[in-house]
């Protein structure tokens, strides 16, 4: 158990709905990350939280936006939905933000879009 | 800019024969390089990390992988394989000054064993 806690496991919606995904991260760690695994495109980086401040930002669509709240969870939504955001979206947290710390991941939230 | 090449897609072995899973980096710093292994419906896991100490790194289940700069290679290797060692295993660059929350993946080889 990574101490990663993702919900909900799946879901399931229709194209043009919006949707959240959340995250609890390990505890203590301060930095949350976003990644969108699909079939096609591999594992993708969307965007790293540090202590609450946007740290990085990577292949994130402008229909998705996230957040860090002050107790370090995370929310990640995802609006006007398409068929092609169908993908297993995981979070990941790390101790510190600096590139040695390894990522520790939930098991992921699976999305559907119908 | 960093990047990292996994060369194999897809690798089956028989049970008890050795794994060899082939990585090349490419960096303009001293990398950090990391392997995480994925098992079906599961998250990434942590399998063992390189940060400019040893330069053979050993992890968890039996895993080990050798940093060769000369080679820009950190490929993994396991002595003998076991059917839970059927995954898909991601090799790992830190992305020093990048886009890419810190760490760079490879696009995955799958590992199948064979009883």
């Known amino acids: 158990d990574s101490g990663v806690t993702q919900t909900p496991k799946h879901l399931i919606t229709a194209t043009g709905q919006r949707v959240t995904l959340r995250c609890s991260p390990r505890?203590?760690?301060?930095?949350v990350y976003w990644y969108q695994q699909s079939l096609d495109q591999g594992l993708q980086f969307l965007i790293q939280?540090?202590?609450?401040?946007?740290?990085a930002k990577g292949n994130i669509l402008e229909r998705f936006s996230a957040q860090q709240f002050p107790d370090l969870h995370s929310e990640l939504n995802l609006s006007s939905l398409e068929l092609g955001d169908s993908a297993l979206y995981f979070c990941?947290?790390?101790?510190?933000?600096?590139?040695?710390?390894?990522?520790?991941f939930g098991n992921g939230t699976r999305l559907t879009v119908t | 800019a960093q990047s990292v090449t996994q060369l194999d897609s897809h690798v089956s072995v028989s049970e008890g024969t050795p794994v060899l899973l082939r990585c090349n980096y490419s960096s303009s710093y001293s990398p950090s390089l990391f392997w995480y292994v994925q098992h079906p419906n599961k998250g990434l896991q942590l399998l063992l990390k390189y940060t400019s100490a040893a330069t053979l790194v050993k992890g968890i289940n039996g895993f080990e992988a050798e940093f060769k700069k000369s080679e820009t290679s950190f490929h993994l290797t396991k002595p003998s394989a076991h059917m839970s060692d059927a995954a898909e295993y991601f090799c790992v660059v830190s992305d020093y000054g990048g886009s890419q929350g810190n760490l760079i993946f490879g696009k995955g080889t799958k590992l199948s064993v064979k009883p």
């Open positions: 990941a947290s790390s101790g510190g933000g600096h590139q040695n710390s390894p990522l520790h």
């Open positions: 505890s203590g760690d301060l930095s």
């Open positions: 939280y540090y202590n609450g401040e946007e740290r």
